[in-house]
């Protein structure tokens, strides 16, 4: 089937209405790039789902993060995005204006060379994401282990996507497909969505990133709908079983744990906390089971789950910008109400 046959496809689809949810950030930043959403019937609907780490990160992870910012001898070490989601009360950014110390990397890695030039303060690295970044924390473990180095702590909110899908599912949520995520599944391997797709007869297709990959899988979902299967449109970097090597490496350190998600609560066996023998670089991870809203206006839980799109949010483009997140979802490029905001309202 040629291109031009999927597009025509997609766009003059009258059958029954379909609800399609991604659950990868990149893939909602891609949709919304691409200009998808317009080549769509008005009976395909694409739903954003809890596929940024940075949205689900629940604010009692950033509350501990601003307490050991401020703590003596202490430095916290992030990705950029994380410096501004807001805790209960506040972010990051803002406690670095009153003198909490955080310093910005872009790569885990880099904190062994921070570490190294300052051995009188303890680091602690906001180890935050899914199955892809998984691995490179664990590499840093691997390293901080290997060459003694003790200056160098980790506060996790690892999260693991298959867990999270099944709340949706289990909650009733109306979805009829999903985009599988890209990038999670170079790790975990196609075949770890497999169990959900039968339990619920509902397809996944893991998707690359371009505007016609995105498409591909658009149509092989309409196409395929009610049948409980798990296909890969992305095989030129995704497999059956996944990458071995990384998962070895993670699973050398970490192990799974209940995890709270912003906006889902507590859900067994969906994150990753250092194994017992490495816990001593452990900052209070597993204490962190809060949490509460910067602004009770906010509706990032139900932006997450799908049950509403961001332009229903009374804070949305009025309180809550980029410029000025109220929540988690318009913090990150990855977040559906970043990207809704960035493409759909200033693109007006």
């Not at 950033?62 to 009360?89: A, H, N, Q, W």
């Not at 949490?291 to 309180?319: M, Q, W, Y």
């Not at 318009?330 to 493409?343: A, K, L, Q, Y």
């Amino acid at each position: 089937m040629t291109i031009d046959s999927v597009k025509a496809f997609l766009k003059e689809y009258d059958g029954e209405d379909m609800r399609i949810m991604e659950v990868c950030g990149s893939h909602t930043a891609a949709i919304a790039s691409c200009g998808i959403r317009d080549m769509l019937s008005d009976r395909i609907h694409l739903i954003s789902g809890p596929g940024c780490p940075v949205c689900v990160t629940p604010s009692s992870y950033i509350d501990k993060l601003i307490e050991l910012s401020l703590k003596p001898g202490y430095c916290v070490v992030t990705f950029g995005d994380i410096m501004r989601v807001p805790g209960s009360r506040e972010s990051l950014l803002d406690a670095r204006s009153r003198g909490a110390e955080v310093v910005m990397v872009y790569s885990p890695l880099d904190c062994i060379d921070i570490a190294e030039k300052s051995p009188e303060k303890i680091f602690v690295f906001a180890a935050v994401g899914f199955e892809t970044t998984a691995p490179v924390y664990a590499q840093l473990i691997d390293r901080v282990i290997k060459a003694g180095i003790e200056n160098i702590h980790i506060l996790t909110a690892i999260k693991t996507m298959p867990a999270v899908i099944g709340r949706i599912m289990e909650n009733g949520a109306p979805i009829d497909g999903f985009l599988a995520p890209g990038h999670v599944s170079v790790i975990t391997g196609y075949d770890a969505f497999s169990d959900i797709a039968r339990v619920y007869a509902i397809p996944f297709v893991v998707a690359g990133f371009t505007g016609e990959r995105l498409l591909v899988a658009l149509f092989d979902l309409v196409k395929n709908r009610g049948r409980g299967l798990v296909k890969n449109d992305y095989p030129s970097v995704v497999t059956r079983e996944g990458n071995l090597k990384a998962k070895e490496l993670t699973d050398k350190y970490f192990k799974p744990c209940g995890a709270v998600w912003r906006g889902l609560g507590k859900i067994k066996g969906s994150g990753l906390i250092l194994r017992e023998e490495y816990s001593h670089l452990d900052e209070g991870s597993v204490f962190l089971d809060e949490d509460i809203k910067l602004n009770k206006a906010c509706i990032c839980d139900r932006v997450l789950t799908g049950s509403k799109n961001p332009a229903e949010c009374p804070l949305f483009g009025r309180g809550c910008t980029p410029s000025s997140p109220q929540g988690a979802c318009m913090v990150s490029r990855e977040g559906s109400c970043f990207t809704h905001f960035v493409n759909d309202i200033r693109g007006k």
